[in-house]
């Protein structure tokens, strides 16, 4: 393998990394997200995985998923309308 396809395929996989951690931000600030269920979805495909790929490389970006990325939005603040003097 050339090092310009080794570079390019770890440039592809930060990038895919990257993409979860956006999505799973996203989501996480949907209403009815469950954090749980998410976990419990990642680690069932993590416990059986096909024999067919390479295990370490396979379970990466599952595992970044595991982590914790949020992002809490800014909200509006409710603050009343100034009276006019």
Wanted: aromatic residues 8%; proline residues 8%; glycine residues 4%.
């Amino acid at each position: 393998m050339s090092d310009k396809f080794v570079k390019d395929m770890d440039s592809f996989a930060a990038g895919v990394c990257t993409a979860l951690a956006c999505l799973k931000i996203a989501i996480q600030n949907s209403p009815g997200f469950d954090q749980t269920r998410l976990e419990e979805a990642i680690k069932g495909v993590l416990s059986a995985p096909s024999s067919q790929v390479d295990q370490e490389s396979f379970a990466a970006p599952l595992n970044f998923l595991l982590n914790q990325h949020s992002y809490n939005a800014p909200q509006p603040e409710d603050t009343p309308p100034q009276a006019k003097h």
